[in-house]
């Protein structure tokens, strides 16, 4: 099994910056992707960037050129920079392991972005 714990949530203007963090633990395989999701209040989760084990990437439209994925594979950790953060980027952010066989889910950091 793989354990993932979020951080770097918080209340922030429209126009700041956070950075998330996910740090994974456990059996993790040398082929796997980790990605971004996102929940707001009474929507469903959706994905917004996901990076493979060897660094490609992906991203949802909405925060193409704003945010950016990258992992250190040494530290079996994620992040996501989000720039230029506007009010509807608001909601929990989930981080998610996978790979062939099995994925899991950290337990989510919320992010508040005031206008």
């Known amino acids: 099994q793989v354990q993932l714990v979020e951080s770097g949530g918080g209340l922030v203007q429209a126009g700041g910056s956070l950075r998330l963090s996910c740090a994974a633990s456990?059996?993790?395989?040398?082929?796997?992707?980790m990605a971004w999701y996102r929940q707001a209040p009474g929507k469903q989760r959706t994905l917004v960037a996901i990076?493979?084990?060897?660094?490609?990437?992906n991203y949802a439209d909405s925060v193409k050129g704003r945010f950016t994925i990258s992992r250190d594979n040494a530290k079996n950790t994620m992040y996501l920079q989000m720039n230029s953060l506007k009010p509807e980027d608001t909601a929990v952010y989930y981080c998610?392991?996978?790979?062939?066989?099995?994925?899991?889910w950290g337990q989510g950091t919320q992010v508040t972005v005031s206008s």
């Open positions: 990076i493979t084990n060897d660094g490609s990437t």
């Open positions: 998610r392991y996978s790979n062939t066989y099995y994925s899991s």
């Open positions: 456990g059996s993790i395989s040398s082929i796997n992707a």
